[in-house]
């Protein structure tokens, strides 16, 4: 099927003069060409440490931040980078995020008829009080939130993180997204219900042909519920592909690292088992390194991978990865390299 949502070249800088235009100007490069592209009905995994830029590329997305340059494409169309226009926000309804934390993202004071009738208000076409009632019913039923005439009239703090969690994303779907970027939507939340919430998202993702898009730090855990994986280092994405495959063949050394980091791939909820920091330090996103950011820790690292970033080399089926060992310019070099 065709892209529901194309990243082209997308990258972010922050300045960080703290609004003096007379300081020197030092920048964080927090994200530096990202291309990929969400599917219907299909999940990816974004998978980084923290640092990574995972976030960034999320936010830019749901146009919380404005890209620095790069394009966004929403069924084919790009969409403004910048301004208010009427297309962005209709692109706004049809991406939505979801965060991390579902303590933040519900206001204390408004029982959940509250936040779901808003959305519904404005997106649901209702008629009447008691069709936003029943919109809003069917949404709490939706994301298995039952008896849902019970759920309709509870406060925040009456709730637990995962229901907090599924009223978040009722509310997302409220405005009939087409794509839902959900940025560790389970790290906060009780091991013991992770995965219905996941499979929560998965079980929608299939109902409603949404792209989702799945920002973890768990490598391991995303073959089980995303078809394709996005690899991201120090802000450059350095893999992608079908997961099975990036699981089974890693090819970027970056991505062998996350996966033998990440021994046991069955323990899906537990936490930290793609713990890597122990192997090395993400380097400064101010001062990155030149070249392939992962040269200071890679095994293989060649000349060359200082001073230039490498090309996207396909390897077929969808598969690609950003790296020296790959390019057709050096891939020989390396294979002399290796053999030596
Ligand atoms: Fe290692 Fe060079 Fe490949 Fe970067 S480009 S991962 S430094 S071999």
């Given at each position: ?80 980078l910048?301004g ?48 936003v ?34 009223i978040?994303?009722?509310r ?10 959900a ?101 400064s ?36 990865t ?8 050096t891939?020989?070099?390396?294979q ?5």
């Amino acid at each position: 099927s065709r892209p529901v949502l194309e990243a082209e070249h997308l990258r972010k800088e922050f300045p960080l003069n703290g609004g003096n235009p007379f300081k020197a100007r030092s920048v964080v490069h927090a994200v530096e060409d990202a291309s990929f592209a969400l599917y219907p009905g299909q999940a990816t995994a974004l998978v980084g440490e923290s640092g990574s830029g995972k976030t960034t590329v999320a936010r830019m997305l749901a146009r919380l931040y404005d890209p620095t340059s790069g394009t966004i494409r929403f069924r084919g169309a790009p969409i403004s980078l910048k301004g208010g226009s009427a297309a962005l926000r209709e692109y706004r309804r049809h991406v939505q995020l979801i965060f991390q934390d579902p303590f933040g993202s519900l206001n204390p004071i408004h029982d959940v008829r509250y936040h779901l009738s808003r959305p519904v208000k404005l997106f649901g076409h209702a008629r009447s009080e008691e069709e936003v009632t029943e919109q809003v019913l069917a949404l709490l039923r939706r994301v298995s939130l039952s008896p849902a005439e019970q759920f309709i009239q509870k406060f925040p703090h009456q709730l637990s993180g995962g229901q907090r969690q599924r009223i978040a994303i009722a509310r997302a779907l409220a405005v009939q997204p087409e794509v839902l970027l959900a940025d560790e939507p389970v790290s906060m939340l009780d091991v013991s219900i992770r995965l219905d919430i996941l499979n929560l998202l998965l079980r929608l993702k299939d109902e409603e042909r949404l792209a989702l898009l799945f920002i973890t730090h768990d490598i391991a855990s995303a073959r089980y519920f995303a078809e394709n994986t996005l690899v991201m280092y120090a802000g450059q994405m350095v893999e992608g592909g079908p997961s099975e495959e990036i699981i089974q063949a890693p090819k970027h050394p970056y991505t062998q690292l996350l996966l033998s980091a990440a021994p046991d791939p069955d323990r899906i909820t537990s936490k930290g088992v793609t713990d890597v920091a122990a192997r090395g330090e993400i380097p400064s996103l101010i001062n990155p390194p030149q070249g392939c950011r992962f040269h200071p820790r890679c095994p293989h690292a060649m000349p060359i991978c200082k001073q230039q970033f490498p090309q996207r080399t396909d390897l077929g089926n969808g598969h690609w990865t950003n790296c020296f060992l790959y390019t057709k310019e050096t891939a020989s070099e390396a294979q002399s390299a290796a053999s030596k």
